[in-house]
């Protein structure tokens, strides 16, 4: 059974950083797509960021230039700079193009 648990998140204040992992258990290859969505409250989830298992990496645009996306075996990260109160939501991460979900975590961008 694959499970993908997510953790890093919290409140933050605008301008600042987080870090959010998550960690997959029950995959027999490390041969997927990982990615991190998010979906505010009201809104569609959202691709934010995904790697390949080739290190290739694709961003929303709204992200460019602060989120980062890396990976480690079974885990992936989203290093997430210059946070804006806009950046608030439920961050989800995902493995295999949606075949795998994590609970999500919630990242709050508030002074």
């Known amino acids: 059974q694959v499970q993908l648990v997510e953790s890093g998140g919290g409140l933050v204040q605008p301008g600042g950083s987080l870090k959010l992992s998550c960690s997959a258990s029950?995959?027999?290859?490390?041969?997927?797509?990982m990615a991190w969505y998010r979906q505010a409250p009201g809104q569609q989830r959202e691709l934010v960021a995904q790697?390949?298992?080739?290190?290739f990496t694709k961003y929303a645009d709204s992200v460019k230039g602060r989120f980062t996306i890396s990976r480690s075996d079974y885990t992936v990260y989203l290093e997430i700079d210059s946070l804006k109160p806009e950046d608030t939501a439920r961050y989800y991460c995902s493995i295999g193009a949606g075949a795998y979900w994590g609970q999500g975590i919630q990242v709050t961008v508030s002074s």
């Open positions: 029950g995959l027999r290859s490390t041969i997927y797509t």
């Open positions: 790697i390949t298992n080739g290190n």
